[in-house]
Structures are given as structure tokens and as C-alpha cells.
């Protein structure tokens, strides 16, 4: 059969990348693999390329979603897990080891929607709540026109928009609204993709911002970095302590500036924080208490405790440029005991 | 050629025939305007993004000033040429199979596994190859995507092959046979050749039909935004650039992806260009 | 290289794919064992889909897949033939046909995430419009825009499968028919298209297969609803799209064995579609051509 000779040498060409490039020698110099949560990849990849050229040390985080995070560290197929709600302890059993959690930065929920005008609205969380379980279903509502008495709402129905796709930020969002819906957590209740009562589904923060901006009316929930990039008008949400707060980067680190747990595990919603915004959302890397396992050196878990250290430290000055919100005090002061605490072999692997 | 004029026709059937021409211009001419449509679309979002950085640096973080999906490009390449390694000969084995041992019980389920193999979605496959092979190998791997990839190519090349090589007339067969070659010689020799452009256009549509997918390989090639061309280790692929940026809020990102996808339909296209895949016109008999 | 060997290859290559398959089963069938075993059937008659209290049930996704699907076919179907007949029989030039050809595989190498986007900004307002004349609610996504997209997507499949085959219709048999006086239509209608009914039957059938397991644009353009489609106009979900819109995030090992039992269910449903298909084209073409 004569082939074409152009098309031959392409045919070479594809050949030798895949079967040439199986001798290629390994590198030897360290590699870190993380995989997990896709709300923090754009911070991830800024943190993680400045660490490279800092200490040559390169980082390999894709963003699959959080259960595939879990599911690779459990597997031991990557170096930390990122996702976007902890680890409980029910599920801790399913490690092998134990694990530990490292918050890295802290995001938000925002509630984003299309009314003539654009007018800045106050909610509160059973009102939101009630709207996404259908009892609230037009704009003029009492209900929302008591909180908003100088803006003049139109008889116009109301379409909740949510998350078609699993994701922290309906896991957040709903974890909020459980708080404070009894209603909510009764008949809906929390996770990374719910059952949802009325309303229609949209994939990623663009899909849900694309249909709240084409439909009047409608009313959706993205997170904060999404709304800044792409200038959507947003909601003051009721603290709380009865503060309307706006969605910002200093709010949303005040809502983590309260007492803080040990093993860094808090749900940041409906914090008691003064000055907090009350849907916020942390997100966390989960590494092996003790490193070593499998055949992993003493240079990989240094290597990796050592980024751990930084991402909490002078990684945190590139997060406010990317609308991350940076850990309070509180929340450094617990990652450095946690990272203090993993081990290699029994022995801590930073003093 | 037979000339129409030459044959006696009412004016019914030559209305009737021009009406058919219609039906078959049109739909025809609505299909390729969709295409350009759609490709058109891609360009205009996308062609902000291009420069010589795009094509030629690895990805940068966003803010950062230039960057490129140059390592998802080597990454595509690498992919698609170990599924289509893997599934090009695969595919003709089989199709070989099925049009020589037509009546078999084994070539009956053949067929319809070939079939089925297309109605699972491919982050199933994806899933199932990080169970077969990411885990085994306690690594995510360029490797462990072709294959992924070469399991959702084969149904397309498979059934285009097989139902090309049945058309081949049996005439070709019986010649070769009569001259003494065995049945293996006149199969690979003298049907195979004659169902070239077939072969080739069914393995061009199976490459597009790949060059796409983003599920199954991030599960399996995993991404990597650093430069990489070792098949063992994980590895980018545009797909999974285009996926990565269309989900985040930057609007500079949009951009890239709608680059980076004008970017793999052009090496689609090449590809269907250099390997011959659109084939010749009319074949004589 | 002897006959022996020759067929002792191909076998192997046979044995090979069905063991392949047989594998990907069990491994489907491993990673749905905990609603498996727990809901039966019921799974399959289900019509709720709540990941917080574990309560499983495919069937709106049943539909919404088997609607989507077949729609998306109807649509494509003469635009696909169309195209197929054009570049197969009308078309002259080699080099138009040829590239021509390769245009419309490009359809088949948009990625579906583009798909998605490309169908959210062009034919959603679409169809928007078209519901808001209708009196229905306006969501713009749903069972009619996921079909639209779809069957463009399926197009390639279907088209490109058309043209090969009638490429290889005997020129003796074509020309004896315009010899006889018949016109163009009637020479494709009465002897090439009957002559490679059963290969344009396959290429409906790979672009059905297609049109059941494609996940991302119909995820980004169906609404995301768990509801049993009663219009065209209803938003829904479909079989593939739940798996691709839960499958990265699932919290609960019951959620993602309910997501694997999904693929299962749409597994065996290809399979059933395609032996239905199969048996259909045996029955009507009756041994003719030896097939």
C-alpha cells in the first residue's frame, strides 16, 4: 500500500513521540502531585509555578474535582488531595493511615441575579433558602421587599439557578442554608450536589452566571472570584450577628478569624465572626500523617512538607490579586502545628 | 458516463429528479454552513489568543505575562499517536475478522461489542483505565490516556473499515484466488489496498473523534503544566487545557481555550489532510 | 505468514476485544455493588435522585437519554443522508468531495465542552424564543436544545459512514441503470442506495451509539433537572450527563456506585438498541449480497 510521504512522515512523527518517548530517561529532579478541588486551581498554579522557580521543586496540580482528589490520595497515586469539604470522620476510616488537613485559602459564595436597574438587595439566609425551596417565587415579594424597601421590585417571577455539577460551592452553599432553613435541611439538606426542589441546573460558575445575565428574573450562586472577574451584581447577606455584610476578600477572612479547630477542620458557614460574610469556604490539601508508605524517600515527604509550609506562608501573599482570600492568623498559627505533626517514620520531618 | 439527454424523459421524472438534486444540495449545504458556522465562532473567540508564546511556551499562571499550551500540544501528539498505534491495528484485525467470519457465534458478539463499546461515556472508560492500568503502574501516565483514547477510537474505525471492506467485490477475491494466492495474500494484498480510502477516512474520523476528549484522559494522563515527553509520566493534552480554562473566571483564560480549540480542529484537519482521509473520488469497477 | 497464523491473528484479536468487554462489565458491575445488591430493580423504576438521603432511580435519565438520542437522530438523519448522497454520488471533483469529506469530519473533532458553549449562545436564545411563542417557560435548555446540538454532533458518523459505502457501488450497476433511462434520483433511489442499505443502517447505528454516550454538551445544554420529561421543552438529564456532572464531586461511596449502575443501565441499553439495530437490518436485507 504506497502512503502518501508527507502524510508517512507524519504517521513517523506520531510514532516516535508515543513509542520514542517511552525510553526517555526519568528526571531526577523532584516531582509533587496534587490533585483535587477546581476552586482553588488558578491559585494553585500561580503559588506553584513561583515555588518552582524558587526552589526548582515542581508541582503538578489538576484540578478533576474533589472526589477524584480523594480518591488518588486514597490510592496513593499523588502526593495531596485538594478538596473543598473535609474529611469527616466517618470517612477517616477508609484511610489506610492517618490523615491531616491543610487549609491553603479561603473563598466565598455569592449571590448573583438579574432584576432591571441592577439595585443592590439584601437577603438573608432563610429568605435565600426559601427561594430555592419554592415558597418565595416572585421578586415582589413581602418577604424581600421588607428588606429592601427602597429598591422598587418588579412582579416578576423568580428562577433559581443552581450547580448542575457536584461542586464545593453547592456543598457550601447548601451547608449555609441548612444552617439557617430548618425547612432547608429538612426537606434538601447538604452536599456536593443535591436533590433540588425547583429551579434549573447550569454547569460550572459560568454556566450559572451565563444564565442569570440571558434571564430576567433569575437567581444564582457562584463564587466570589467568578462575580469579580466578571462584574455581577451581588448580594449583602445578613450575618449572624445581624451585620449586612458585602462580599470581600477582608470579609471572608474575617469569617475564618474566630477560634479555630486543632485539625483545621471548620465549616466556615454562617460563621460567628462579626465582621464575617456567612457563606464562606475553605479549602483544604489532605496529606498522610505519616509519609512514609509505599516507597516514598525521606527528600519527597521534605519536599512536600516543605511546600505545605509555604503555601500557607509566603504563598499566601499571591492570593488577594486572584480574588483568594488569605488565612487570618488563627488559621497559619493551626497549619504550622499540623504541619509540624507529619512524620516520616515516626520522626517529624520539620522541626 | 450515461447522458441524461440521451434518454427519454417526461417532464415528471425530470422534475421529480431535479427536486431530489435539491433535497440532496441543501441539507448538504445547511451541514457544511453549521460547520462554519461553529468553526467561525471558534476563531473569533479565540484568535485573541494566538501568538508565537501560545504555540510555543508551556502554560503560565494567570496574570502572568505571555504563556502558551505548548505542552498540551505535545501532549496531544502523544496521545493520539499511542491510541492510534494501538487502535489502528486492533480495528483492522477486527474489521478483518468480521467481514471474513461473517456467520461465526464469535463474530456475532464481535459486532456487538464493538457497537456497545461506543454507548459507554467515555469518563466511564476513563475511569475504568485509572482502575486497570493508573493503579498498577502507581502512576498517571500518557500511556495509560492512548489507551483510554484507543478504547472510544476503535468502535468509529472498526464498523467504517468492515462496512468499506464487505463493498469490496467478491470478484477481487475469486481473481486473486485463481492466480494462486492464499486467502491471507488476497486479504491483505489485494482487498485491503482496495478499501484504502475507506480505511483511511475511518481512522481521520477516529482521530477526530479523540482529539477531543477531555474525561477519560484526566483520570489517565492526569495534565501537567509542565513540558513533558515521557509517555510513563503524566502528561497535558489540549483538551485538558481547554477544560481547566473554560471553567475558571478569567476572561483572558476564555480566550486561550477558544485558541486552543480553533487550534485542534486545524490539527484535525491536517491530520485528515496528510493521511489522505477525504480519498478519492469515483473508483471504477 | 500462512492462512493459519493469519486467522489464528484475527481470532485473537476477536477474543481479545470481547474479553475486554467482559472485563469492563465486571468492573462496572464491582463499582455498582452497593445500590446493586441494595435497590434491584427498583433502581431502574426509580424516579428520585437525592445524593443526601442515598435514595437512587434512573428512569427520568432513562428517558431523557432514549429522547435526547433518538430525536437527535430523527434530526439528523436527512441532513446526514443528504451530505452522504452529495459527496458519495453528486459531487465530480475528487479534490471538492475529498475536502469537502474532511470538513465534515471536523465536526467530529469539536470538543464537546465547545459543543456545549457554542449551542448555549446559538441556539438556546433559539429555542428560547421559540418557547416563549409556544407559551411554555422560557429555560432556553432542555430536551429540544441538547437534541439540536446532538444530532450536528452525530453528523460526521453518519454522513461520512453514506458516502464510503456509496462510493463502492459498482459503476456497472449504476451505469446500467442510466443505460435503461433512469435519471440520477432514480438510479440512487433504486440501485445505489438498496445496494449499501445495510452499511448506511451501521453508520445510523454508530451515530445513535454516539448520540447515547456524548456527555458534556448535552450536560451544558439539558437543564440538569431530575424530572421525567413530559415536552420537547422540558429540562431533564440524561443517563451519561448525571455521570459527567456528579462523577468528579461524589461524596459518598453510594452516590458514585449509583453513578457506575447508571453506566451499566446505558451499557446495556447500547446494547440492546444495537442488537435490535442489528437484527433489523438482517431481517429487511434477507441475504441479499451474501450479508
Avoid at chain 1, 425551596?133 to 417571577?157: E, F, R, T, Y
Avoid at chain 1, 457550601?172 to 441548612?178: E, R
Avoid at chain 2, 439527454?5 to 417532464?11: F, N, P, Q, R, T
Avoid at chain 3, 442510466?178 to 440501485?191: K, Y
Amino acid at each position: 500500500m504506497k502512503i502518501n510521504r508527507v502524510g508517512a512522515a507524519v504517521l513517523m512523527a506520531l510514532l516516535f513521540s508515543a513509542a520514542g518517548s517511552l525510553a526517555v530517561a526519568q528526571s531526577s529532579s523532584i516531582t509533587l502531585l496534587g490533585s483535587g478541588a477546581s476552586f482553588p486551581g488558578p491559585i494553585y498554579s500561580k503559588m506553584f509555578d513561583v515555588y518552582a522557580k524558587e526552589t526548582g521543586v515542581k508541582v503538578n496540580y489538576q484540578s478533576i474535582g474533589s472526589s477524584g482528589g480523594i480518591k488518588n490520595i486514597m490510592d496513593k497515586v499523588v502526593d495531596f488531595g485538594g478538596t473543598d469539604s473535609f474529611i469527616k470522620d466517618a470517612d477517616m476510616m477508609k484511610y489506610s493511615a492517618p490523615i491531616v488537613h491543610i487549609p491553603t485559602v479561603i473563598g466565598a459564595v455569592v449571590i448573583t441575579y438579574n432584576l432591571p436597574g441592577s439595585p443592590e438587595l439584601k437577603l438573608t439566609g432563610e429568605l435565600i433558602a426559601d427561594i430555592y425551596l419554592g415558597k418565595v417565587s416572585k421578586w415582589n415579594d413581602q418577604a424581600i421587599q421588607s428588606l429592601n424597601p427602597s429598591v422598587k421590585l418588579p412582579n416578576l417571577a423568580i428562577m433559581p439557578v443552581y450547580r448542575s455539577d457536584g461542586s464545593g460551592t453547592t456543598f457550601n452553599f447548601t451547608a449555609y442554608l441548612s444552617e439557617v432553613s430548618a425547612d432547608w435541611k429538612g426537606k434538601v439538606g447538604n452536599a456536593n450536589s443535591v436533590s433540588w426542589p425547583v429551579g434549573q441546573g447550569a454547569a460550572q460558575n459560568a454556566g450559572v452566571a451565563g444564565v442569570v445575565t440571558r434571564a430576567p428574573g433569575s437567581i444564582g450562586y457562584v463564587e466570589l472570584a467568578y462575580a469579580n472577574q466578571n462584574k455581577l451584581a451581588v448580594a449583602m447577606v445578613r450575618n449572624s450577628s445581624g451585620k449586612w455584610i458585602d462580599p470581600s476578600l477582608s470579609s471572608i477572612s474575617a469569617a475564618a478569624a474566630g477560634s479555630f479547630p486543632k485539625d483545621t477542620r471548620i465549616l466556615l458557614v454562617n460563621t460567628s465572626a462579626p465582621d464575617g460574610y456567612p457563606i464562606c469556604a475553605m479549602t483544604w490539601l489532605v496529606v498522610y500523617k505519616d509519609q512514609k508508605y509505599g516507597n516514598r524517600s525521606l527528600d519527597q515527604a521534605k519536599a512536600l512538607v516543605d511546600l505545605l509550609w509555604w503555601v500557607s506562608h509566603d504563598g499566601q501573599k499571591y492570593a488577594p490579586d486572584l480574588d483568594y482570600a488569605a488565612l487570618p492568623p488563627p488559621a497559619v498559627k493551626a497549619v504550622e502545628d499540623v504541619v509540624r505533626s507529619i512524620t516520616y517514620g515516626g520522626q517529624p520531618v520539620r522541626k | 458516463m450515461a447522458d441524461e439527454e440521451l434518454s427519454i424523459l417526461h417532464g415528471r421524472r425530470r422534475r421529480k429528479n431535479a427536486f431530489f438534486t435539491a433535497l440532496v444540495v441543501i441539507p448538504a449545504l445547511i451541514v457544511l454552513g453549521l460547520l462554519a458556522a461553529i468553526v467561525i465562532e471558534v476563531l473569533v473567540k479565540g484568535a485573541g489568543a494566538f501568538s508565537a508564546s501560545f504555540f510555543l511556551e508551556a502554560q503560565k499562571p494567570f496574570g502572568d505575562p505571555g504563556g502558551g499550551i505548548a505542552n498540551g500540544i505535545i501532549g496531544t501528539l502523544m496521545v493520539l499517536g499511542i491510541a492510534s498505534l494501538v487502535s489502528v491495528p486492533l480495528s483492522l484485525a477486527a474489521a478483518l475478522y468480521l467481514s471474513e467470519r461473517k456467520g461465526r457465534a464469535l463474530a456475532r458478539l464481535l459486532r456487538l461489542v464493538i457497537d456497545s463499546l461506543q454507548g459507554i461515556p467515555s469518563i466511564v472508560i476513563g475511569v475504568v483505565m485509572y482502575a486497570w492500568i493508573v493503579i498498577p503502574m502507581k502512576s498517571f501516565s500518557a500511556f495509560a490516556g492512548g489507551i483510554a483514547l484507543s478504547l472510544i477510537m476503535i468502535p468509529t474505525v472498526t464498523t467504517t473499515i468492515l462496512e468499506v471492506l464487505l463493498l469490496v467485490p467478491s470478484s477481487f477475491r475469486e481473481a486473486a484466488i485463481s492466480l494462486g494466492a492464499p486467502h491471507w495474500r488476497a486479504s491483505l494484498g489485494i482487498i485491503l489496498p482496495a478499501a484504502k480510502t475507506g480505511i483511511l477516512n475511518g481512522v481521520g474520523l477516529g482521530i477526530a473523534r479523540i482529539a477531543g476528549e477531555t474525561a477519560p484522559l484526566l483520570f489517565t494522563a492526569f495534565g501537567n503544566p509542565f513540558m513533558n515527553l515521557n509517555a510513563g509520566k503524566p502528561t497535558s493534552a489540549i483538551p485538558l487545557i481547554i477544560y481547566d480554562y473554560i471553567k475558571s473566571p478569567y476572561q483572558d483564560w476564555h480566550q486561550k481555550a477558544w485558541g486552543a480549540a480553533f487550534l485542534l480542529v486545524l490539527f484535525v484537519f491536517l491530520v485528515n489532510v496528510l493521511i489522505g482521509a477525504g480519498g478519492k473520488g469515483k473508483k471504477g469497477a | 505468514m500462512n492462512d493459519k497464523r493469519y486467522f489464528g491473528i484475527l481470532t485473537g484479536a476477536a477474543i481479545l476485544f470481547v474479553a475486554l468487554f467482559a472485563g469492563l462489565i465486571l468492573t462496572l458491575v464491582a463499582n455498582s455493588a452497593a445500590t446493586l445488591g441494595s435497590s434491584g430493580l427498583g433502581f431502574i423504576s426509580g424516579l428520585e435522585w437525592n445524593p443526601v438521603t442515598l435514595k437512587f432511580g434512573a428512569w427520568p435519565f432513562i428517558m431523557g437519554t432514549l429522547l435526547t438520542s433518538f430525536i437527535a437522530l430523527a434530526i439528523s438523519l436527512p441532513f446526514s443522508l443528504a451530505t452522504g448522497i452529495l459527496l458519495g454520488e453528486y459531487v465530480r471533483s475528487s479534490f471538492v468531495a475529498k475536502t469537502a469529506n474532511i470538513f465534515i469530519n471536523l465536526l467530529a473533532s469539536i470538543p464537546s465542552v465547545v459543543y456545549g458553549l457554542w449551542g448555549l449562545t446559538a441556539v438556546v436564545p433559539l429555542v428560547q424564543k421559540i418557547e416563549t411563542a409556544a407559551g411554555v417557560p422560557a429555560y432556553g435548555v432542555g430536551i429540544l436544545s441538547s437534541s439540536l446540538v446532538l444530532a450536528i454532533m452525530i453528523i460526521p458518523f453518519m454522513s461520512s459512514m453514506t458516502r464510503e459505502v456509496l462510493k463502492n457501488v459498482p459503476d456497472s450497476l449504476r451505469h446500467g441503470a442510466l443505460a435503461l433511462g433512469a435519471t440520477r434520483r432514480e438510479m440512487v433511489l433504486g440501485v445505489s442506495l438498496p445496494y449499501v442499505k445495510s452499511g448506511i443502517a451501521a453508520g445510523v447505528l454508530l451515530a445513535l451509539g454516539r448520540a447515547l454516550g456524548e456527555t458534556m454538551a448535552v450536560t451544558m445544554l439539558i437543564g440538569n433537572a431530575t424530572r421525567l420529561p413530559s415536552s420537547l421543552f422540558s429540562i431533564g438529564n440524561t443517563l451519561a450527563s448525571v455521570i459527567a456532572s456528579q462523577f468528579n464531586e461524589a461524596e459518598s461511596d453510594v452516590h458514585r456506585s449509583a453513578m457506575m449502575e447508571l453506566a451499566l443501565i446505558l451499557l446495556l441499553i447500547t446494547f440492546v438498541i444495537n442488537f435490535a439495530g442489528r437484527k433489523i437490518i438482517e431481517k429487511s436485507s434477507g441475504g441479499r449480497n451474501g450479508r
